[in-house]
């Protein structure tokens, strides 16, 4: 079977460090809960990071320390995974959905513009796929208008707009560690920021709303309990290690299964100058014409994992009920676009050879 994603870590590379955590039978709150977020820090530039339990979940914390809650409005680019409008619903505020570009499929300056009222308590801008173009421009709005930038960059870990990579662009931005993501620990996830009033409110949020002092816990809020345990974070420092080479390889397969499908009318996602794109997902918007759940059922049947790119988030049934907001731009690429195998050692010529003969034969 090729599948979509391998991890790029082997257990040879956590195996003494495991035998250690075991030793010493410290599970929690140990030397690499409190190393996770140093390495994020010094990858990333941010000042501040925080381990969590996914992206989701870091999301969510990072929606409350803005204070986001009924009466809100929170606009959401429209071409994601669900999370990120879960976490917004979930909180009771409104979703705004802005539509996105066809090419790098990120959301629309002119969406934003045209969408950000009164009530805009923050806008989440998702890097689709780990592509983080357009990120500067949304900036510059929320900052013109003082709304706060949540970056979306579960899938973004090791990507770079201008050399600073994601993590210290937005004003927040939050990683996930799921295996389909480049660096995984099974689930997990990270919080960064550079303000140190958010930082502040994240260590209290995160820590069941306590603050501490001379040893002794004061619960000055309420809160919540989203670490990551040892194993799972010296797992993802393990591969920060490596993620600027691992970026470099997927760009490399990337660019071949361009090289190969390209001529064949496929359109790779694409970043704008000055993105480096971690390649998370490589995705293709399908030629004209070609059935694409044909072509990922002709994949499946020759035992080649493939998937849509992601989804129109106003059209799943929930928000299409609820908010009747569906945005054309981010459901024609829903409806068009194909996420291919990339990984060390994929065979990228022969997932092609099947596209192209699907492409050639049925479908089109
Ligand atoms: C853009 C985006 N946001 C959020 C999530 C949720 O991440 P997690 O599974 O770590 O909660 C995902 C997961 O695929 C995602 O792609």
């Not at 990858?43 to 809650?69: D, H, I, K, P």
């Not at 993501?181 to 260590?203: C, F, P, V, Y």
């Not at 797992?235 to 499908?261: A, F, G, P, S």
């Amino acid at each position: 079977m090729i599948r979509l994603i391998w991890p790029y870590i082997q257990y040879e590379d956590v195996e003494q460090a495991f035998r250690e955590i075991f030793d010493s039978g410290m599970f929690t709150r140990g030397q690499w809960s409190q190393a996770l977020p140093r390495a994020v820090c010094a990858y990333t530039g941010a000042r501040y990071a925080f381990n969590a339990t996914s992206a989701t979940t870091a999301l969510s914390a990072s929606l409350e320390v803005l204070g986001v809650g009924p009466g809100d409005e929170v606009i959401v680019g429209d071409f994601s995974f669900p999370a990120s409008v879960n976490v917004v619903e979930a909180c009771g505020a409104v979703p705004v959905f802005a539509d996105v570009d066809r090419e790098t499929f990120n959301m629309l300056p002119e969406e934003l513009e045209a969408k950000i009222t009164s009530k805009t308590k923050a806008v989440m801008f998702v890097s689709a796929l780990g592509n983080p173009s357009g990120l500067l421009q949304i900036r510059g709005i929320c900052q013109k208008h003082g709304i706060p930038l949540i970056n979306d960059a579960a899938c973004a870990i090791g990507s770079s707009v201008d050399g600073q990579k994601v993590g210290s662009i937005a004003d927040i931005a939050c990683f996930s560690y799921h295996p389909r993501k480049l660096l995984t620990s099974g689930e997990g996830g990270s919080i960064t920021t550079s303000n140190s009033e958010w930082a502040r409110q994240l260590e209290i949020k995160l820590l069941h709303g306590a603050t501490v002092a001379d040893g002794k816990m004061d619960f000055v809020t309420y809160g919540y309990n989203y670490r990551l345990p040892e194993l799972q974070c010296l797992m993802v420092i393990k591969q920060i290690e490596k993620l600027d080479d691992i970026v470099r390889r997927r760009i490399e397969t990337q660019q071949q299964y361009v090289r190969l499908l390209q001529p064949a009318g496929y359109q790779s996602q694409k970043h704008d100058a000055g993105v480096v794109h971690n390649m998370q997902s490589v995705v293709f918007v399908v030629p004209n014409g070609v059935d694409r759940d044909g072509l990922i059922d002709h994949l499946a049947q020759r035992d080649i994992e493939s998937t849509i790119g992601t989804y129109c988030l106003s059209n799943t049934s929930y928000y299409k009920a609820k908010y009747n907001s569906v945005q054309p731009t981010a459901l024609w690429l829903e409806q068009n676009t194909i996420t291919l195998p990339c990984y060390d050692g994929v065979d990228a010529g022969l997932v092609a050879r099947e596209v192209l003969a699907y492409t050639e034969g049925k479908g089109n």
